[in-house]
């Protein structure tokens, strides 16, 4: 009839079709419709459709804060001199240190 599963939800305990306790919560019935557990699909939720819940961002000038350790030279790979160190360097957010 064109009606959200929250609908549904609260008209069945408002009419007394079912108890509190013999329901599942709105979240877990769109889980179900998500895993196929309900026979309908998602363009048959009204509400579901209007929302874009998946909002990803994408940056497109991120910052680069030196060089690659891959664009390193060739000789280095070999550790034939003293001095070439590889090693990561992390200065945490909440430390500092």
Partial sequence: ????LDVCANRSLA???FSHHQTVCTR?????VEQGLIAIKNYDLPEKIKRN???HHVRK???KLGRSIEERPKEIDQRNEFGH?????VLGHK???
């Fill in 1 to 4: 009839d064109g009606w959200s």
């Fill in 15 to 17: 009419i007394g079709e």
């Fill in 28 to 32: 877990t019935l769109y889980n179900y």
């Fill in 53 to 55: 819940t998946k909002f």
């Fill in 61 to 63: 000038n991120k910052k």
């Fill in 85 to 89: 160190w590889e090693c990561d360097l």
């Fill in 95 to 97: 430390t500092k240190d």
